[in-house]
């Protein structure tokens, strides 16, 4: 979807959403750009980056915002989205329609302190980057329930999710690592050069705000990792509990199996004719089993 166009101080934006086959054949033959950049824009694999086209004067913009696959569960990977000034004329891509993005998109907008096209694009960043912020507040109070059950039963359900807290934190610390990059990189690309008094602001603005985010994830990162490391220190003492109790259950019960095994032999044995035989085999196997239970609580193996 190809929206209206919108003005910012005189710079004509335009805005596109999910794009098909006929809106990029009218972005090539309407506004001239090129089918490579429309191409590389709005695949959904690309990483940050940012290019200056030298010969048309052209500057591409790359980065990568949340992207719900189940908020409730706290379920999230990250897409990229665009920006394209392309001969004076500033074009946004969300291809995957990601909510933040249009949220970013006009908080900037309606920012009365926007006076340019450039201070456009850098308010539209850091509003990116402060959408990562809730999910992290959300990661962390998943995290603190997760942290209470492990004094309770350890169920699979909470397995489960704690996997699904790791996959969400892999994918937006990558995410936020890689845009405080480029956005450290961008004072010192074409983007960056004459930058007035104001500009500086902004990058210093939205640069501390990435070093934010990307610490707040380094420790739930840190935090989680150390919750399933519990998690899986308790399954496995859970189970070596488990094991010792079934192996000393298998060794008590195979005493009474070798005393009755000789006693069932088809031969003459000492004690056999005995009229309480019978008890006496029952008190021999008991005695040797309190024997071995003394013994292997000596040895501290109970």
Not at 130 to 145: A, L, V
Not at 269 to 294: D, R
Request: a negative charge.
């Amino acid at each position: 979807m190809i929206k209206p166009e919108k003005t910012i101080n005189g710079t004509k934006w335009i805005e596109t959403i999910q794009i098909n086959a006929e809106e990029r054949a009218t972005l090539e033959d309407q506004y001239g750009i090129d089918e490579d950049i429309i191409e590389y824009v709005t695949d959904k694999d690309e990483s940050t980056n940012y290019v200056y086209d030298i010969n048309e004067d052209d500057q591409l913009f790359i980065f990568l915002a949340p992207y719900a696959l189940d908020k409730d569960a706290l379920r999230y990977i990250t897409q990229p989205f665009g920006m394209l000034l392309h001969k004076g004329v500033l074009f946004t891509f969300n291809q995957s329609h990601i909510p933040e993005v249009n949220t970013a998109l006009y908080s900037a907008l309606d920012n009365p302190e926007v006076k340019s096209v450039d201070a456009f694009i850098l308010e539209t960043l850091f509003a990116v980057v402060d959408s990562f912020i809730p999910i992290s507040r959300g990661i962390t109070k998943k995290r603190n329930y997760l942290d209470k059950m492990l004094n309770r039963k350890t169920k699979n359900s909470d397995l489960v999710s704690l996997s699904h807290l790791q996959q969400t934190l892999t994918f937006l610390s990558s995410a936020v690592q890689t845009n405080l990059s480029e956005l450290n990189r961008l004072p010192k690309t074409h983007f960056g050069v004459g930058a007035d008094q104001d500009k500086i602001d902004l990058f210093e603005d939205v640069q501390i705000e990435g070093e934010q985010v990307q610490r707040m994830f380094e420790i739930e990162t840190q935090v989680v990792d150390r919750i399933d490391h519990t998690f899986n220190s308790i399954a496995n003492n859970n189970l070596n509990d488990t094991m010792k109790f079934l192996t000393i259950w298998s060794l008590t019960m195979a005493v009474p199996t070798i005393i009755t095994g000789f006693y069932g032999m088809n031969v003459k044995l000492p004690l056999a004719g005995m009229q309480y035989a019978w008890m006496l085999t029952l008190g021999i196997s008991v005695a040797l089993i309190v024997a071995m239970l003394i013994m292997l609580k000596v040895r501290r193996k109970m």
